[in-house]
């Protein structure tokens, strides 16, 4: 059974910076596109960013473009999420998730994603 545990969330003030990461076990995901979605309340969720298996490649949606960056470290089976420029409208769940697809297809499809964590909460005050 694959288990993803996110960690790194926490309260920052406007412009702070977090690093979220999220460790897998029970199998390698080595060939896995990786991905941060997020969910504020009230809202549905959102794609963040993604990154394919080998890390050569990585989308973000608009919103976080320039002041996230995804990344991975196959060896740990481990992805991150750095996140800097914080503002009060990235407070949120975020959440980690596999894709099986190796290449990144279809990055920004929550249904495309296999497995998921419990979500860590992020949260950036004014």
């Known amino acids: 059974q694959v288990q993803l545990v996110e960690s790194g969330g926490g309260l920052v003030q406007a412009g702070g910076s977090l690093r979220l990461s999220c460790a897998a076990s029970g199998r390698a995901l080595s060939s896995y596109t990786m991905g941060w979605f997020r969910q504020a309340p009230g809202k549905e969720r959102e794609f963040v960013a993604a990154?394919?298996?080998?890390?050569?490649?990585?989308y973000y949606a608009d919103s976080v473009k320039g002041r996230f960056t995804i990344s991975r470290y196959n060896a740990k089976n481990t992805v991150y999420l750095q996140m800097n420029g914080l503002k009060p409208e990235d407070t949120a769940v975020y959440y980690c998730?596999?894709?099986?697809?190796?290449?990144?297809?279809?990055?920004?499809?929550?249904?495309?994603?296999?497995?998921w964590g419990q979500g860590t909460q992020v949260t950036v005050s004014s």
């Open positions: 998730a596999a894709n099986p697809s190796p290449t990144a297809t279809y990055y920004n499809d929550y249904g495309r994603y296999t497995y």
């Open positions: 990154i394919n298996w080998s890390g050569g490649i990585t």
